[in-house]
């Protein structure tokens, strides 16, 4: 139970014995919040026609993307599938080439090339961003593999969702990560539906940390509505990867508001359902009420934080939609790195 | 220069650049303690190490999609499919992720790796393993589409694909395994994209690849006999195509045969026709001929395999017609 504790006379919350400076607290909080809304506007601006293509929103599911980052080291790689635009946010990537990204202008973080489902930051270790669901997964374990390699002691962070975890390539990822003790902490992100499907129609197992007993990885449920305890189970299993003991499952057991896309109007589930996630288990809505609880913060700074998050956001967007469109002459960069001029298909050209 | 087999060969290649480049490493089914299901990695668990040669469960997607996160990460995998027909459970790894993986992520990530095995018709073996693929990672941009013929080649082209930044295809063949040839000893880099004239002519172009070409200098051989001298090109690399060597032979010869294993439709030999269609259109004094595996599954009665893979024999006729001989 989280309350008030003041340590060395730093305000703060202790959370199951660990310790949290007001400092930290209000830096995951706005994170969180500036998730809430920079997905709140991609929503927006997809429905302008501004945004194109797929579009997947991760509204509900902050604590996850911020509670995880918290616990990881900058150095841990950090692979997902195509809901990515919170993870990318949260890893530290500048909002604004994010949605560039998704708006296809030349400064998106692959220069416009990928938009919503490919995010990639080779500076912040950011893996993607991977379209195919559950492809992510094999070659997360690829990055473990090569830490193990270079003995560099980081961690491949390798998230999935309750859909993805029914590949067959999970599994397989699942036994050679656990066979040679590869640095992997795979992410399950439960939010209950698979697209349109809930996971009580498409698993037979639904206690998806149990995934892996087959395989000898161990795995542990979490609260992923709650970013202290994700961000402290996380720690837990990133330390049990980090020191050779292999992978480990942790499911993150959490809701999305919105659709699965933005084409989903969501009719496979209740309103009182969403409603029940959405008033009673709000992650942000509970860090502010622990805070404000805990003296740290009052509701008359958080309605400010809010506005100015809002505001914030509001100028990321202009200044995404500012930039120009990619160059044309950029549709033939990047394809191969050792070009052969002389050979067809002739690098740059149609025929 | 030492005679050794295509194995050997490709062993050599496999070696010498992992003693050059710590990154380097292989990785498969079979390929340490059991020393390769066709013994191309004899010896290189003892040379190397369990850390650098590693063998796999069966689970071709799995380690295929590792080898993609690896070379990410700044490794240089080798990745053996024991044969290609077994890298189908793969191909989302190839195809959608290493293929794509610099383009997707705006050239801030890179897939530099193989992907090597055996390919094309083994022996008596039915129809799931044994088929030609090259046409199909041909098509994807990307990708390099590699096959050495014989053995000196196998060593040259494995070695300059290991050091290739990009992701090549690199497709051998069962039967030529046991091939022996003359094979330049230490390094020996032959570089990407260039076709090699295996035999010099005047009359007609032979273009083959991998298995083929061996094919098409017998019929050269059997065409010489009836006064019709044949020029083989090989094009090594399937993609990119080094085109220009072969509409060079057919500027010369004025008339071409496209021989390769794999089947008809959408296949290797209809793209390099529809170039020197393109390309060499006034060149030709003849249609250009395909002489392909039929258009069925491969058969396991050995009458019947025969029937469905090209011959020789088969490749001496649409030449004669081709040179519009009685």
Known sequence: ?351 | MAKITYREALNQAMCNEMERDERVFLMGEEVAEYNGAYKVSQGMLDKFGPKRVIDTPITELGFAGLGVGAAMAGLRPIIEFMTWNFAILAADQIVNAAAKMKYMTGGQYSCPMVFRGAGGAAARVSSQHSQAFENWYANIPGLKVVMPSNPADAKGLLAASIRDNDTVIFIENEINYGDIGEVPEGEYIIPLGKADIKRVGKDITLIAHSRMTGYALAAAEELAKMGIDAEVVDPRTIRPLDEATILASVAKTNRAVVIEEGWRFAGIGAEISARIMEKGFDDLDAPVARVTGKDVPMPYAANLENHALPSVAEIVEAARVTCNRA
């Open chain 1, 1 to 351: 139970m989280a309350g008030k504790q003041k340590q060395d006379n730093t305000a703060g919350i202790t959370h199951e014995g660990q310790f949290y400076s007001a400092e930290r607290l209000h830096a995951m909080h706005d994170m969180m919040l500036y998730i809430r809304r920079f997905e709140e506007k991609a929503g927006q601006m997809y429905g302008l026609k501004k945004i194109g293509g797929f579009c997947h929103l991760c509204n509900g599911q902050e604590a996850v993307c911020v509670g995880m980052e918290e616990a990881a080291d900058s150095k841990d790689y950090m692979m997902t599938s195509y809901r990515d635009h919170g993870h990318i946010i949260a890893r530290g990537t500048d909002p604004t080439a994010v949605m560039a990204e998704l708006l296809g202008r030349a400064g998106g973080v692959v220069g416009g090339k990928g938009g919503s489902m490919h995010m990639f930051d080779i500076e912040k270790n950011f893996v993607g961003g991977n379209g195919i669901v559950g492809e992510q997964v094999p070659i997360g374990i690829g990055f473990g593999f090569a830490s193990q390699y270079r003995d560099d002691k980081r961690v491949s962070i390798t998230i999935m969702g309750d859909g993805g975890v029914n590949q067959g390539a999970v599994y397989e990822s699942f036994n050679m990560a656990a066979l040679w003790k590869l640095p992997v902490v795979f992410v399950i992100e439960n939010n209950q539906y698979a697209m349109g499907t809930s996971l009580s129609r498409a698993s037979a197992e639904t206690h998806l940390y149990k995934r892996g007993i087959s395989f000898k990885v161990p795995g542990i449920q979490v609260d992923g509505m709650d970013v202290l305890e994700v961000e402290r189970k996380m720690g837990e299993a990133l330390e049990h990867a980090r020191s050779g003991k292999g992978p480990m499952i942790v499911e993150m057991m959490t809701y999305r508001y919105r659709g699965h896309s933005m084409s989903d109007p969501a009719t496979y589930r209740t309103r009182d359902e969403v409603n029940e996630w959405r008033t009673g288990r709000d992650p942000i809505a509970r860090l502010q009420k622990q805070m404000v609880a805990a003296g740290l913060a009052t509701e008359a700074e958080f309605k400010q934080k809010d506005k100015d998050i809002k505001k914030a956001v509001v100028a990321v967007a202009k200044a995404a939609e500012a930039q120009p469109e990619p160059d044309l002459s950029v549709l033939w960069d990047d394809i191969i790195t050792d070009e052969i001029p002389n050979a067809y298909p002739y690098p740059r050209q149609v025929g």
